[in-house]
């Protein structure tokens, strides 16, 4: 799939010299940051309106310009929020419900005030806990069955892998990409073995419910894929590479 999603990328990342948001430190890079969009106050009215949001009381959120809206909502809203670093470079971190003042919500949300106000968490902190019921990303494009594709770098399919990996997904785990419309390609892509699919795809006019086709295997990590790749050394991969090997030690 890659010479496809990569004609896809480009095209959509012209599309988005028009409706997107320049980042302040990548400018119109789109191969280095997702960006925020005209509209984005909409479709982020739309994830709200979701029976997921409502019924999780902890989301994971990507640290993505897209969804710095969606993290301020979490706050208010008093969930647990679980984030990783730009690029999980430093991990994940979470925020805890009461941590952040009433006037301090829209920097505790950006990336800088997450780093202020949450705390980082391995992932044998995490290990354990209930399931979450959420998680939304945005992404550099998305196929109408919901195969995403962001910078190239499949961040988030590895986020949700570690993630599954150390209990945190279930079948009833549901998942959310925000875009704008231009961002929407109007065609059924088939994935990669390690790319996950989404169950919504939210633009600022549009809730798509996508109709999976059977039940979403939980994530796995493809070992083999991680060597030689700037995945190798984030510490959760390190983590959970250890975590492997004292479980099959203890065997």
């Known amino acids: ?3 496809t999603t990569d004609l896809y990328r480009q095209r959509i990342w012209d599309s988005l010299r028009r409706v997107g948001r320049p980042d ?3 400018h119109w890079d789109f191969s280095s940051f997702i960006a925020d969009f005209e ?3 909409a479709a982020t009215d739309r994830v709200l309106a979701l029976d997921a949001w409502d019924r999780a009381s902890r989301v994971f959120i990507t640290p993505d310009n897209s969804t710095e809206l969606l993290r301020r909502a979490a706050i208010r809203a008093g969930k647990t929020l679980l984030v990783t670093t730009y690029g999980i470079r430093r991990g994940f971190l979470q925020l805890e419900p009461g941590r952040v003042p009433a ?3 829209s920097y505790a949300a950006t990336l800088d005030g997450l780093d202020h106000y949450a705390r980082p968490v391995s992932l044998a902190d995490l290990r354990g806990g209930e399931p ?3 998680l939304i990303t945005g992404g550099s494009a998305i196929s109408r069955n919901g195969i995403r594709f962001g910078k190239g770098h499949g ?3 590895l986020e949700w892998a570690m993630l599954s990996e150390i209990g945190l997904t279930s079948p009833a785990t549901e998942i959310v990409d925000i875009v704008h419309d231009e961002q929407v390609v109007d065609e059924d892509l088939a994935g990669e073995p390690h790319d996950v699919a989404v169950d919504w795809i939210v633009t600022p006019t549009r809730t798509v419910h996508v109709q999976l086709d059977g039940a979403r295997e939980p994530g796995r990590v493809f070992w083999d894929l991680v ?5 190798e050394t984030i510490p959760p991969i390190v983590e959970l590479r250890e975590l492997r090997a004292s479980a099959g ?3």
């Open 1 to 3: 799939m890659t010479d």
């Open 24 to 26: 302040s430190r990548f």
């Open 39 to 41: 509209g984005n106050e």
């Open 103 to 105: 006037d301090e919500v």
């Open 132 to 134: 979450l019921g959420l």
């Open 155 to 157: 961040y988030f399919d």
């Open 227 to 231: 060597p030689g790749t700037e995945h």
């Open 249 to 251: 030690a203890g065997r």
